[in-house]
């Protein structure tokens, strides 16, 4: 391994992500980040797993005391939370996010110009269930508290495609064990790509895996788009290219 390809010492992980940072922010983007972003970024402890019971409390200030009042009564129940990483242009999370406003969803995207997009929809549609990692998922992974998350989705994660990047592809036995620890048992997993070596890579290491099952009886299984998992920019972008999609929907296996 080169010193290029070399880790951070504190950061295990090679970097599966590209650039953080896009184009110039507007004002009012650039005001999202200084005054939302804090609210909604989920610090990560210094040791032990992080308290998720409050993290979804410190939301966009909402001006509608109705759904403030709902709020409250909802946080005396727990409610089940969903995890995406990597949510690009946020508009998977967005949509799920509006349609389940009873759960509450993690979202993880190191790529500012994404976290914004998500930022804008909280601050525009008054979404008060999202709480943001804007790093590395496999960090958070690892302080997650164990059997926390119901559902998680990795949609469309870098191809990498050049053979000497393949070690940089997030989807490993590595991500998957520190899946299998937060998932709850029965939680869906759901994997995207339009990449078809990294459809094969992503099988085997499910059906290696001892804690995943995969419970697809034929093809319309995962080459059908269901009807709850709305395009992404990126899924749109390959169908345009000519790439075919797969759409796999995993389980985590009963402890
Ligand atoms: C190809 S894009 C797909 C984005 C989106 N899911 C979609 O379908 O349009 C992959 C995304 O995963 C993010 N990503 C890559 N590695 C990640 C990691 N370790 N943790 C969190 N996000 C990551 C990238 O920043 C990028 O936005």
Not at 49 to 57: H, Q
Not at 99 to 110: A, K, M, N, S, Y
Not at 173 to 179: A, G, I, N, R, W
Request: charged residues 30%.
């Amino acid at each position: 391994m080169s010193n290029k390809d070399a880790a951070h010492p504190h950061r295990p992980d090679l970097q599966s992500f590209g650039r953080r940072k896009g184009r110039k922010l507007s004002p009012r983007q650039d005001a999202l980040v200084a005054d939302l972003l804090p609210r909604l970024r989920l610090d990560l402890p210094g040791t032990g797993a992080v308290d998720l019971s409050n993290a979804f409390c410190a939301q966009s200030s909402s001006s509608d005391g109705a759904s403030d009042s709902a709020s409250i009564a909802d946080s005396k129940r727990p409610r089940d939370v969903w995890l995406e990483i990597g949510f690009g242009g946020g508009e998977h999370l967005i949509w799920q996010s509006t349609q389940h406003r009873d759960v509450d969803f993690l979202g993880c995207e190191p790529f500012l110009d994404g976290v914004v997009k998500v930022l804008d929809a909280v601050a525009t549609k008054g979404l008060s269930n999202i709480a943001l990692y804007d790093d590395d998922a496999r960090e958070l992974l690892r302080v997650l508290p164990a059997v926390s998350i119901s559902r998680a989705f990795i949609l469309f994660p870098d191809p990498w495609p050049k053979k000497k990047h393949h070690k940089r592809r997030l989807i490993s036995k590595v991500t998957l064990d520190l899946l299998a620890r937060v998932l709850k048992p029965g939680a869906e997993l759901r994997i995207g790509t339009d990449i078809a070596d990294y459809a094969r890579v992503i099988l085997a290491a499910i059906l290696r895996h001892d804690s995943f099952n995969w419970p697809a009886k034929g093809p319309q299984d995962w080459r059908v788009r269901p009807s709850d998992w709305p395009q992404t920019r990126y899924q749109q972008k390959a169908e345009r290219e000519g790439r075919s999609c797969s759409y796999f929907s995993f389980k985590r296996a009963d402890r």
